[in-house]
């Protein structure tokens, strides 16, 4: 795809197929997030990447709003330094939306679906993906093809319209 048609393509999957997705496909969304701008480039990010089944399964009970985790070929768990104040908070927040983003566009380039989920068990996060006390797992992304209609640029979206969103010059 042209990067404009992967943006358009972009949608929220909760519905997997089967199909496993390639190492290398794997390893390029990771990248992408891996070069996403971070304020003074802190990089406030380490991705643990799960494919097993089992353990996608139990990952899914970390947030009520997760169970599409469990049918994901994989996910990418997003897991963040344990902020020290709220300006920290708040930049490390918009960085790992960032790096969010340029992996969903970069899955959706390949043609493969993912959708974010929060998180609410920090205990059960940290006893299934063991990351250290200093870090906190920040959200979830499930990738793999979707299981309805192959990614294709959306025409309608559930959006505000541009005109209500753009301001030009002034408010
Ligand atoms: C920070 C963030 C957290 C989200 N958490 C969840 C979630 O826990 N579960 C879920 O099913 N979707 C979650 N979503 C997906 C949004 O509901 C979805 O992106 C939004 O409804 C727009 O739909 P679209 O992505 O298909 O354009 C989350 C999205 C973002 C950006």
Same mark, same amino acid.
């Given at each position: 795809?042209?990067? /404009?048609?992967?943006?358009?393509?972009?949608?929220?999957?909760?519905?997997?197929?089967?199909?496993?997705i390639?190492d290398?496909d794997l390893d390029?969304i990771?990248?992408?997030?891996?070069?996403?701008?971070?304020?003074?480039?802190?990089?406030?990010?380490?991705?643990?990447?799960?494919?097993?089944?089992?353990?996608?399964?139990?990952?899914?009970?970390?947030?009520?709003?997760?169970?599409?985790?469990?049918?994901?070929?994989a996910?990418?768990?997003?897991?963040?330094?344990?902020?020290?104040?709220?300006?920290?908070?708040?930049?490390?927040?918009?960085?790992?939306?960032?790096?969010?983003?340029?992996?969903?566009?970069?899955?959706?380039?390949?043609?493969?679906?993912?959708?974010?989920?929060?998180?609410?068990?920090?205990?059960?996060?940290?006893?299934?993906?063991?990351?250290?006390?200093?870090?906190?797992?920040?959200?979830?992304?499930?990738?793999?093809?979707?299981?309805?209609?192959?990614?294709?640029?959306?025409?309608?979206?559930?959006?505000?319209?541009?005109?209500?969103?753009?301001?030009?010059?002034? /408010?």
């Amino acid at each position: 795809m042209q990067t /404009w048609d992967a943006v358009r393509a972009r949608r929220n999957v909760r519905d997997f197929s089967d199909r496993a997705i390639p190492d290398a496909d794997l390893d390029r969304i990771l990248d992408a997030g891996r070069r996403a701008p971070s304020a003074r480039n802190t990089q406030p990010w380490d991705f643990v990447v799960v494919t097993d089944r089992e353990r996608l399964i139990a990952l899914s009970h970390v947030w009520r709003g997760a169970g599409h985790i469990a049918r994901s070929a994989a996910t990418i768990a997003i897991v963040a330094p344990v902020p020290t104040d709220d300006r920290q908070a708040g930049l490390n927040q918009f960085d790992l939306g960032q790096a969010s983003m340029v992996m969903a566009v970069t899955a959706a380039d390949l043609g493969i679906g993912s959708g974010h989920a929060a998180v609410g068990d920090q205990q059960l996060a940290q006893s299934l993906l063991g990351f250290p006390n200093t870090h906190f797992l920040a959200y979830l992304l499930a990738l793999g093809y979707p299981a309805d209609q192959p990614l294709k640029p959306l025409t309608q979206m559930d959006r505000r319209s541009f005109g209500d969103v753009v301001h030009r010059d002034h /408010w």
